[in-house]
C-alpha cells in the first residue's frame, strides 16, 4: 500500500464500522450490562475480541452476497458508497426511525449500480430482502422454543437463586461473545464489503505456511472499527435504549442473546451451509442481516413464551418501515454524493469494465430464453462503459432486470489463458481427480475472452465436471470451477 | 470453584431463616411457659429469644454487605433485602412481646389461656410459612404462592382468635385497666401474624417480578 489516500477512502468505512459497534453494543451485552450483571467494560472487552475474531475468521460468507450484489470496483466509489450509509443512518436516527446498517448498506450498492449503469442480480437481491423478512421470524421461534426448553429444564431443577445468578453470569458472557463473534462475522460485509473488490492491501505472508489476505486485512480493520464502536459509544446506546426495550430479566435476557446469535450465525455460518447441502436440504443463504432485528424477533418470541398478551405487535410495523425507508434513503443519497465524487471532485468511482456479444454469448442468451434477433448489429463491439452499453441494449427492447443482469454477465470481458506449469505449482492435486487435471492439461495454451467461452471448452459436456445431484458435491465442484478461473484468469 | 463463595452465602441465607424459626418456636414455648406460671423457664426462653434476635441481626447485615459488595443477584437484589429486613422486624417483635411479658407480667384469666396459646400456635404458624414461602422463592418459586395461601389462612384464625379474646376479656366484671391490658397482649401477638403477611405481600410481587 503506497498512496496515503487509500486511508482517507477507508475512513468511511471505518466510520460506519464504528457507527456498527456503537449500536449494537445493546443488542450484545445490553441486558447483562443494564442489569448490572456484568460490567460494561468486561462486556466491551469480550465483545471487541470475539467481533475482531467473527471479522476476520467468517465474515467471507456474507461478503460474497454483497459483492454479488454490486462489484464496486474502484476505491473512490467504495468511500462514496460507505459514506452514503454513514449519512443516511445518521439522518434516520436522528428522525427516530429505525434503521439497520445492512438494508442501507443493500439500498447505497443499487444506488451505485444505477449510477453507473451496471445491472443488478435480482436473484442475489430477492434472496436478501427475504432473508430480512424471515430473519426476526426465525429469531422469534428460537427465542421462543429456548425459553420454553429452560423453562422446562433449568427452572425446574431448583436452583438456588444466587447459583442460578452465578450460572447466569457466565451464560450471558458466553451467549454475548457467541452474538459478537456471529454479529462481526455477520455484518463485517456492511462495513467493508464494498472495499473488497478494490481492496488497497497486499496479501501479508506471516510465515512459509501462513499468509494473511487483503481481504482478511481489510476485515481486520473493520472488525477492529466496530471494536472501538462499542468501546467508546456503547455505553451511551446502553443508557438510553437499554433501558426500555432490554429491559428484561437475565434468564430473559440469554434467551433472547442465544436467539439473536444462533440466526445471525445461520446467516453467515459456511459450515452450517455445507452441512445443510451435505444431507441435501437447502442452504440458507449467507446474507448481511440487522443484529438489533433479530434481536427484537427473539424478544416477542422469548414474550410470546411467557406470555403472549404483553406482546406489542406494532414493532413488527416499525422493523417493516425500515425494510423500505433505509435502503430508499441511503440508495438516494448514494447516487447523488457519487455524481458529486464523479462530476465535482473527479474521482473514478468505477474501474472501466468490457462488455463485448460474441457469437457464443449470444447462443448462451438464446438458451435462457432472451430475445437476441434485437442484439446482432452489437455483436464484437466492445463497450467499455457500462452506461453506454446498458443504453445500447435498451434501446433495442424492453429487457427486465433480471435480462439485463444476464446480458451483461454473460458479455463480460474476462481474458483467461491456460498454462500448465501453474496446475503443477498453485492447485493442490489431492482435490482434483486424475481425469479433471489431464483435461486441463491437455486445454495448455487455450485463451478465452469471455467466461462463458472458458466454461464450455474447459467443463462443458466433460463427465468429470458434470453435478451429480448432491447438492454439497455439487457445491464443492463449484468452488473448484471458481478456483481455476481465478487460477487462469488475466484480466478482468 | 466460583460456586464456592456463592454457597457459602447460601448457607448464611439459610442459618438466617434457621435462626428465625427457632424464634418462633421459642415464642411459644415462652407463652406456654408463661401461661402456666413457669416464670423461671419462661425468662430463659426470653434469654435464648433475645440471643437468637442479635445473632439474626448480625448475620442479615452480612448477607446484605456479601450482597452489595459481591453486585450478587442484581435484579432481585432488592427485594431479597426488603425480605430479609422485613422478616428480621417480625423476629424483632416475637422477641419484644415476650420482653414485655416479662416486663409487664399481665394477668391471663384462667378461661383465656387455652385461647392464648391458640393465638400464639396460629401466630407462629403464620410466621413459619413466610419462611418456608422466602426458602421457596430462593429455589422453588412455583411453590412460594402455597406457603402465601397459607400465611393468609393462619392470619385470619390469628384475628379470629384475638377477636374472641377481646370479646371474652370485655364481657367480665374485671377492670377496665386489666381488660385493656389483656386486649393489649392479644394485640401484640396478633401482629407477628400481620407483620408476617406483609413480608408475605412483598414475597408475592417479588416471585411475580423475578422471571419478568
Sequence with gaps: MTDISVWFFISSGLF???????????????????????????????????????????????????????????????????????????????????????????????????????????????????????????????????????????????????????????????VGAMASYSMGANNIANVMGMFVPATPFKDLA???????????????????????????YGSRVMKT???????????????????????????????????????????????????TQSFIGAVIGVGLAKDPLSINFKVFGKISIGWVVAPILAGIISFVLLFFVQNVFEQKIIEPVTHEISDSVILRLEEEGINTTVLTDLKDIRFTNNKVFKNEILERDKFDGEQLFKIFYYALIDSFKIDSSLINSELNLNDYSTEQINGLKQLHGHSFSHKIDFEKVVFSGKEEWNYKGNKLQDKLLDEKK???????RIQR | MFLKKTKKLESEIDEYLDLVIKGGLIFKLGIKCYLENL??????????????????????????????????????????????????????????????????????????????????????????????????????????RDYVNKVQFYKKETNKTAEQIKRTIFRTDKSLSRKIHVRYFAFHIERIAELSEDVCDRLSIASIKRFE
Excluded at chain 2, 51 to 73: F, G, H, P, Q, S
Excluded at chain 2, 102 to 123: F, G, M, R
Design chain 1, 16 to 174: 460506519l464500522g464504528w457507527s456498527l459497534g456503537a449500536n449494537n453494543a445493546v443488542s450484545l451485552f445490553g441486558t447483562a450490562v443494564t442489569s448490572n450483571m456484568i460490567k460494561f467494560k468486561t462486556a466491551a472487552i469480550i465483545a471487541g475480541i470475539f467481533v475482531i475474531l467473527g471479522s476476520f475468521i467468517s465474515g467471507a460468507g456474507t461478503t460474497n452476497t454483497l459483492t454479488n450484489l454490486g462489484g464496486i470496483n474502484a476505491i473512490a466509489g467504495s468511500f462514496t458508497v460507505a459514506f452514503s450509509v454513514a449519512l443516511a443512518i445518521t439522518w434516520m436516527t436522528k428522525a427516530s426511525l429505525p434503521v439497520s446498517t445492512s438494508q442501507a448498506v443493500v439500498g447505497a450498492i443499487i444506488g451505485w449500480n444505477i449510477f453507473t449503469g451496471s445491472p443488478t442480480d435480482f436473484s442475489t437481491l430477492s434472496k436478501i430482502v427475504l432473508s430480512w423478512v424471515f430473519s426476526p421470524v426465525i429469531a422469534a421461534v428460537f427465542g421462543f422454543i429456548i425459553f420454553k426448553i429452560i423453562k422446562m429444564t433449568v427452572l425446574k431443577w431448583k436452583i438456588h437463586m444466587l447459583e442460578l445468578d452465578s450460572y447466569t453470569r457466565i451464560g450471558l458472557i458466553i
Design chain 1, 241 to 291: 435504549v437499554g433501558s426500555d426495550l432490554y429491559k428484561i430479566s437475565p434468564i430473559t435476557g440469554f434467551a433472547v442473546v442465544l436467539a439473536g446469535a444462533l440466526v445471525m450465525w445461520i446467516f453467515t455460518s459456511q459450515s452450517i451451509e455445507r452441512f445443510l447441502l451435505s444431507i441435501n436440504l437447502p442452504s440458507i443463504p449467507l446474507v448481511p442481516l440487522s443484529a
Design chain 2, 39 to 144: 416464670m423461671e423457664e419462661f425468662e430463659n426462653h426470653l434469654k435464648d429469644l433475645r440471643k437468637i434476635e442479635e445473632k439474626a441481626d448480625d448475620l442479615r447485615r452480612n448477607i446484605e454487605i456479601k450482597l452489595y459488595t459481591r453486585t450478587l443477584i442484581p435484579e432481585s437484589r432488592g427485594d431479597v433485602l426488603g425480605l430479609l429486613e422485613s422478616m428480621d422486624k417480625v423476629l424483632n417483635i416475637t422477641a419484644e412481646t415476650l420482653l414485655e411479658f416479662s416486663v409487664e407480667i399481665p394477668e391471663i384469666i384462667q378461661e383465656l389461656k387455652n385461647h392464648y396459646l391458640q393465638l400464639a400456635d396460629s401466630a407462629i404458624a403464620c410466621l413459619e410459612n413466610t419462611v418456608s414461602g422466602i426458602r421457596a422463592y430462593f429455589k422453588n418459586i412455583d411453590a412460594v
Design chain 1, 206 to 232: 506471516i510465515s512459509d505456511l501462513y499468509e494473511i489476505t487483503g481481504v482478511q486485512q481489510l476485515f481486520f480493520l473493520g472488525g477492529l472499527a466496530i471494536a472501538v464502536g462499542v468501546f467508546t
Design chain 1, 482 to 488: 471458481e478456483f481455476i478461473e481465478n487460477l487462469f
